[in-house]
C-alpha cells in the first residue's frame, strides 16, 4: 500500500509532495490541522474533526473556504487512493505563500496538504501497564483550543519526558491546574466518576473526548467537568487520558509516584472498551 500525500489538488508520493519555503506555515506555523483514523474501512468521527478545523480556521482568520471546497471528498478520494483500511489521515491548511512579514496580506490562498498512512498499533505493552508521565509547565498561549500547527511548547515538553524516561507529559499552570497531556485529554476517576478540566480556551476539545464522554454514560459513571489540581492527581483512583492516536491510555504513575495501586484502573479499562465498541459500530450513540 503507497503512502500518499494531497497537496493542492494533487495526489502523488509523499516523497514527492513539496510547498513554497515562503508558506507561513513553514515560517511562522500559521496554520491548523487535524488527525483523523478509519478503523476497517470508515473514517471515525469525520463530521466532529471537520467542525473543529473548521472553528480553527475561524479562530486564526483563515479564509478557507469549506463550503465551496469541502475537505471530506478529497479525504475519501484519498484514502481509496491509499488503499489503507486503518488509515492515519493528517490535514493541514497553512494561511498559504506570500513574501515573510509578520503581517499577513488579504486574500491569500489557503495551501491545503494531507497525508495518508497505515494507522499505527497502539502498544498492547503500554495499554497495560499505564503511561508513567511527568508534569510540566504549562507554557503554551492562552487558545489551546485551536488547533493550530504551532506546537513548539508540546514538542520540547513531548521530547523532555520521553529523554527522562516518561512516556509523556502533563501541563501544569503556574497556580497548579493540570491541564492536559502533550497531545491527549486528562481525567481522574474517584469513586467512579470521571473528572475532566473544562472545555474552555485552555484546552484542546478532543474529539475522542466526546466519545468518551458518551461511553462513561452508558456505563453508568457519572461525569463532572471541573478543574483538576496537582494535588487531585496525586490523591485520585485512577488517572487517564484519551486522543484519536492513544483512544484511552491510563496513566499509572506520575512524576515516579504511583497513581493508587500503580495499575490501569476499572473505569478506565472500562472506558476503553466501551470506547473499542463505540468504533466498532462507527460511532459513539450507534453503539448504545
Ligand atoms: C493538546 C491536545 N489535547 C487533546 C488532544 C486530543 O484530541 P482528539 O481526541 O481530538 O485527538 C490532542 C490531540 O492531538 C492534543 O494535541
Not at 103 to 123: E, N
Request: with cysteine.
Amino acid at each position: 500500500m503507497p503512502e500518499i500525500a494531497y497537496v493542492n489538488g494533487v495526489f502523488g508520493p509523499i516523497a514527492e509532495a513539496r510547498v513554497s519555503i515562503e508558506d507561513r506555515g513553514f515560517q511562522f506555523g500559521d496554520g491548523i490541522y487535524e488527525v483523523l483514523f478509519s478503523y476497517d474501512g470508515h473514517l471515525f468521527m469525520p463530521d466532529e474533526h471537520l467542525v473543529r478545523l473548521r472553528n480553527s480556521a475561524a479562530a486564526l482568520n483563515l479564509p478557507y473556504d469549506f463550503d465551496a471546497d469541502p475537505v471530506l471528498p478529497i479525504i475519501e478520494e484519498g484514502l481509496s487512493r491509499s488503499g489503507f483500511a486503518d488509515a492515519l489521515v493528517y490535514i493541514q491548511i497553512t494561511r498559504g505563500v506570500t513574501p515573510r512579514s509578520h503581517c499577513y496580506p488579504s486574500g491569500m490562498t489557503p495551501t491545503v496538504v494531507m497525508t495518508f498512512k497505515q494507522r499505527p498499533a497502539l502498544s498492547e505493552e503500554l495499554l497495560s501497564r499505564g503511561a508513567s508521565v511527568m508534569t510540566t509547565t504549562d507554557d503554551r498561549w492562552s487558545r489551546c483550543y485551536v488547533k493550530a500547527i504551532t506546537l513548539l511548547p508540546n514538542v520540547l515538553a513531548k521530547t523532555n519526558a520521553a529523554h527522562l524516561g516518561f512516556d509523556d507529559a502533563i501541563f501544569v499552570t503556574e497556580s497548579g491546574e493540570a491541564r492536559e497531556c502533550t497531545s491527549a485529554n486528562l481525567y481522574i476517576v474517584n469513586d467512579g466518576t470521571v473528572q475532566f478540566p473544562p472545555r474552555n480556551q485552555s484546552v484542546l476539545h478532543g474529539i475522542t473526548q466526546l466519545v468518551v464522554l458518551d461511553c462513561a454514560k452508558r456505563i453508568g459513571a457519572p461525569t463532572v467537568e471541573a478543574a483538576i489540581r496537582t494535588d487531585d492527581l496525586a490523591r485520585a483512583d485512577e488517572v487517564f487520558m484519551s486522543s484519536t492516536a492513544v483512544e484511552v491510555l491510563g496513566i499509572t504513575s506520575i512524576d515516579g509516584v504511583p497513581v493508587a495501586s500503580g495499575a490501569v484502573g476499572p473505569i478506565t479499562r472500562r472506558l476503553h472498551e466501551a470506547f473499542l465498541a463505540a468504533v466498532k459500530s462507527g460511532c459513539p450513540s450507534e453503539s448504545a
